[in-house]
């Protein structure tokens, strides 16, 4: 059972209507890759979970929880940026969408209502066949592994697309999280006997202290930190704890429960749109009385 | 942001192997009109909410939490029904899966370890596809309106197809909650203006009390019942009380929270599937004294 | 059976060469709410109906059958949008087609010959998985219901997207039948016993008379129009008739047979997409004599 | 525009419940080289047309839509052919639909309400990937000669799994209709000057009058001849006409119209299926009243 | 450039029809970690390798060979497993192929002629999502040991589902070849500095000489060779010596070329599949005259 | 059995960045009828060659072999052309790639490491599904004469976009060579009987000595040639030799072996996407010393 928390787990600050960087965010959401693919997998991995290392489960369990937020927060993201590229008129045959046409994805304006789709930065829909579950622990710790740090790349490649404020604070967020599971995933099988290479990893390999946004959350210590986001107790700590498997004089740190998070914001009506729907038909007004 | 709740939503009986109706219930999970099309459906909907109708987007908010739960509780019924349907044997070369080749979803056992997939009855993997999000709220309360309408109507057929214990518990469980959200967005569209027909609805119309394991969900109102599943506050009982749309004198009940729950249970070891993989390598004993 | 009447259902007036727009209209071909998908929809629903219910079943065949008409005209529009995008040229070297770099959908003159393809706007081909027939009638009916307002809600987006004038004269021409199939879909359901709202329907709640395309077929009444598409006797207006389910004293107004339509367009050839490929090698000279 | 006549293009005798064999046909309905796909290629291929050869436009707008009639032959085949595969039952809890779990398709039984689905008879969807449109006449021509041949080739292995009556009947027919379709297909090829060889074709070669259903249409010609489907004038004869393209003094003949076609089956409720739905609820004694 | 030798790597054992164990194979042939995508997704990392580290570029061009041979292998083995399921008959009315529809996968008969598939062992089409080249070595050379790994699972899986000799045959063969390649990839890493654990790989982690089949391999050392599949110089064998990273005792051995090999079977024609085609039609007398 | 040999089957110029016409040759590599369906194509009609008409299994086997290799010269062009449309730089925080947001599929750069993917030009990824495999040897003979007609329209349709000098290279190499295989497979059918039309052959009709690249191939007669691209006999020449099929008095010309082909190019590391990751990390200097 999962239970939502009414906030984000980072703040996304103001910016410009950006139908390109918000096209580009889509990766980071649905692509091979993105949230909802590692949310699904970590789901899958444990509720299929066999045998008797709690921890392990323990561990999964609590990723894929503070998964579900990732999703939340890059649709967020993503409906910030995209929030203003169209614009409402009294005219119903002014061209207030003609914009759409030169978007990347003419469905964020024309199936969606200038809102994320559950799709990666080409249009190509979510595929459940991307969701890897061999029931062979060590095995899908690896994939676990490898699918945090190839997301983690992709995120960095996308950080030189765009200096949107709201697309680099999301993304910096993310590659210090992705870095966190990346540790998480490597310990786990550090304890089972593979020794890391700190040259490789955390993959891509490189100083994240000189990309601003993800400095100040290395500051707070964010990626070297779990939180177990359940509101029971957990045996993660048994995993993620001790020096971290990548080196460099770093300690794993456990945290119960969740982090206090930030106010999620409220997307205004767009009527060009037709979202919600509720101004123009005076639907609105009839039900304010109600509810 | 989201937590988990080590429980199960309802509880799972015991039952014999059975990857026949094993198979048929993953159109509950990975269906187009299964739970975890629902989830995600819900979750898009939620994050992309225009405008200020809150208590709509609260109650979007809760029913997408609740859904989640019920994703991982299909998923342990499904790995329930598998458990025992193979077996392990000291000779490597003897058929100790060869039940594989008549199961009607060989990836059960060949890509999963014994276990839930994301995939339908007829082995389609999930896709993003089926997620519908126009922007526009009434027309998305129709469509969750029938989604679970939709599903509803196959848990109705399924139940036809197996009298396993673990098999119609669930899906019990399931076409109890169903009515209850179809019973939501009906009730969020009536207050827009709809009169639904209580002959037309909850659909598939009928008489539930003659299944006796819904029956029991019946006369503890599960039906009219709808939990808030978070931890704050919510307005979504402005919409959700009441006298329920269908009319039939029932009453609609908003709670705060979430219910008790079940214990999860525990999938033993699968040598035949190397799942969890632990065992015959000798990494249990060598984890265990650490973790 | 069915046959063909070689005559286009509305007019499409001459427009400049389009191929963002073009693009665009695809979504109302190919799309997932598109007129292939409400076209093997009612034929589905036609052919799998059951029961004694014969005047549902001639307006879910007489529907079907005007959507193939539709399916024609929108490819026709997009053909004659793409026209003169593209040019010939007598030197093979020269870059004749370089504009199809800039184009939204590269296959419009890469894969077919400038013109339509069985592709939503992002260019997701078609998916028979998009059709739903239930075998549940009043389910059946809900959901065509609302894939007409989804289908009305987008090109009532599109509407605002461009003023090429083919293009908002489909789109208005579609929005105006979309209207009167919601209308359908719904006083077939009045008549089990559901009692729509005149604030949320038809969907996008809206003045359609500010629309002047619209506006024009409104005068003619067609959005309160059905033929039955068919050169036989049909129950249709059982249904069909009397009061609109959404009210606002509009009658709904059964007809026999089909309309007298508009010349179907001629499309030259197009020598640089080799297309039809009977100039450049002589085989029209050699045919026209026979043919 | 096309427009319903209420007959089938040939009789469906009664046959036994068979839902391997119904499952078998589904590739006839939506594979490869099934009759949607077909019937959509036509299509394209006629709406985006270009050029003055206009009697071979005409040959793709007749062939298009004699092709949607065979998706509804085929469809309503498997329906006859499912027919009877589970039962209703007064107790709500007894097995009815048990036998869905050895069917080879159990979305014909969970999905649908025991009837046809857009899938081949492997359960994959039908794509629009499928539809084959190049601009290039003389390609798209020799493709649709091969595409008739392939579902020639398919339905004679299909004839050889079953000796189900409605099964081998639809068959038969579709065998000799693909046969004047590779025709008439080649026939436009030779025009331009292919000589085809009497040996390859028609695909597969193969006497055909051995079998007794195929030769009875063969004793009506139906392999030498095509309906225009339409309801006016067509060029089609100046290119079906003549002698065979493939030699063996057969003559093709051109027939203005369309043949005058059997009566529709209807199909009857199942309740188990909540199919139509109406019985159970009541609605239809309601709306019995009133159409 | 590459080029054919025309043997196969393994000798396929003369086996018993049995179109259930063959369908199980598809996975290895057509599956999301089957040959065809281990074949092309080295392909992929070997034209878009980047940088100077040119014996890493030949070991994946070596390995990318060498699965060409597998794609091959496999395929043979399912169509010889197929060979004899259905029959020919001399009375083209009796039901030759009524076993196609018990087969877990009719296209077998339908589709193909009586052979192989580009397809998984639940019938879903080889995906070119499948293929993963992040462009990021370590990340590209991780992935490739866990994808060969993956394999190496499901064929030990495989391996308990039927004792048919030709299946045990390829199964073993490719058993011992995914432990070479998993060897090869991770020494590729151990240079660049992980440590593998001995306990953990090669995945499953299993005493392989208990399988006979297997055995008889690694007593060739075949589990720990790697030719170079090359007619020329190559520096693979920089990275493929010494001590094997997974311990034990057993050391690396590159081998320039490539190995002898057997003899490519022959499959005789199948009338009842009109497969070749050729001797029903007299075509092959035509032209045995001339070739 | 394959292997490879370390060379190109033509040379790729220098060019200029050309994400956009990159993007447009991806589907000559992964598109419907682009190079890797080809190879597959003709790889499983090799291995599932039924009968004894040797030479015709010799004629597929030889094709199959070559367009592996243009799989890679594809693949290479993509890459020489993407190649410098984004830039590295010392500061992590500049705009390195923003480039990409403009690019026609961001995949290139987000995905891969600014390199080829496996998909068309629409950026739909490979399907499995394009491979077409009757069994039926003269009816997959026609589809693959129409497979390489329709590439060959495709790459017409390519040249006229865009005069890069690698992308006209590549392209004009390959439509000689897809002119080649048309007589291949043209010729193996005209042993059969069929008399093909120099009036419709090769498709698309036109003189392509008026496109300089392709006239200096012709020169060479390398449209009249095909290599056997086997180390051993082959009976290919029983096929491949004599008149071509399309008359013109021109002689098809069978050569033992391949050609010598052409230097494969050196992929620069390109660290604004951490691809290779060598050089960044270290990890290159490391492994310097050992290989």
């Known amino acids: 059972m999962f239970i939502s928390i009414e906030k984000l787990q980072n703040e996304i600050p103001q910016s410009n209507p950006d139908p390109k960087a918000a096209n580009a965010l889509q990766e980071v959401l649905g692509g091979k890759f993105g949230e909802m693919r590692v949310m699904m997998q970590y789901m899958f991995q444990t509720f299929n979970f066999r045998g008797t290392a709690k921890p392990y489960q323990d561990l999964l369990r609590s990723i894929a929880s503070e998964e579900i937020g990732h999703v939340e927060l890059v649709s967020y993201t993503i409906n910030m940026m995209l929030e203003g590229s169209t614009n409402s008129s009294d005219d119903p045959t002014s061209l207030t969408m003609s914009s759409a046409l030169d ?58 697309m765009s200096d949107n404020k709201a697309f680099r604070a999301t993304l910096a967020f993310l590659i210090a999280r992705d870095h966190a599971h990346q540790k998480a995933w490597a310990k786990a099988l550090e304890l089972m006997g593979v020794k890391w290479s700190d040259q490789i990893f955390a993959i891509p390999h490189f100083d994240f202290s000189k990309l601003p946004e993800v400095k100040e959350h290395m500051e707070r210590n964010l990626h070297n930190q779990q939180w177990t986001f359940t509101n029971g107790p957990s045996q993660m700590s048994k995993i993620f704890s001790g020096e971290s498997p990548f080196g460099k004089d770093q300690t794993l740190e456990a945290i119960d429960g969740f982090p206090v998070g930030f106010s999620i914001p409220q997307l205004p009506e767009a009527p060009q749109e037709f979202s919600s729907g509720l101004l123009q038909s005076g639907i609105m007004d009839k039900i304010s009385q109600k509810i």
């Open 103 to 160: 978007s990347p994805n003419i469905h964020h304006f024309l199936v969606a209502g200038q809102s994320s789709r559950p799709v990666d930065a080409v249009g190509n829909p979510f595929l459940g066949e991307y969701i890897y579950d061999s029931g062979h622990l060590p095995l899908d710790l690896i994939y676990n592994l490898i699918a945090e740090a190839t997301g983690s790349l992709q995120m960095c490649r996308l950080y030189q």
